[in-house]
Nanobody, 115 residues
Framework: QVQLVESGGGLVQPGGSLRLSCAAS????????MGWYRQAPGKQRELVAG???????NYAESVGCRFTISRDNAKNTVYLQMNCLKPDDTAVYYC?????????WGQGTQVTVSS
C-alpha cells in the first residue's frame, strides 16, 4: 500500500494561486497513475486532474486551463498548480495513487477560496 501525504492547502483570495504537493512512499512511484480529487461539502468526490506513468494528463472541464498537474519521479511527488482560483474551487483536495487494481488515498488538504 502506497502512503500519500498532501500539503499546500490553505486560504486564498479569489484569483489567487496555490500549489498542492503529494509525497508518496515506496519505490514504484514512476509506475503509478496519480490523481487529484476534491470534495466540497454536500457533494460527491470528483476527479480534478490525473497524470499517468507516461506523463499524459487529463483535467475536469470545470478547471480548464487554470490547473496543471505534474510529477517529479525523482522526488516521488505529484503537484497540482492552481491558478485563477474561484470560490467554487473550495473543497478538501485528495491525492490518489493507482497501480493495477490497488488504490491509495491521502488524508486530504483543505483549500478555501474566499475574500
Amino acid at each position: 500500500q502506497v502512503q500519500l501525504v498532501e500539503s499546500g492547502g490553505g486560504l486564498v483570495q479569489p484569483g489567487g494561486s496555490l500549489r498542492l504537493s503529494c509525497a508518496a512512499s515506496g519505490s514504484i512511484f514512476r509506475a503509478l497513475t496519480m490523481g487529484w480529487y476534491r470534495q466540497a461539502p454536500g457533494k460527491q468526490r470528483e476527479l480534478v486532474a490525473g497524470i499517468n506513468s507516461g506523463g499524459t494528463t487529463n483535467y475536469a472541464e470545470s478547471v480548464g486551463c487554470r490547473f496543471t498537474i505534474s510529477r517529479d519521479n525523482a522526488k516521488n511527488t505529484v503537484y497540482l498548480q492552481m491558478n485563477c482560483l474561484k470560490p467554487d474551487d473550495t473543497a478538501v483536495y485528495y491525492c490518489n495513487a493507482r497501480h493495477f487494481s490497488s488504490s491509495s488515498w491521502g488524508q486530504g488538504t483543505q483549500v478555501t477560496v474566499s475574500s
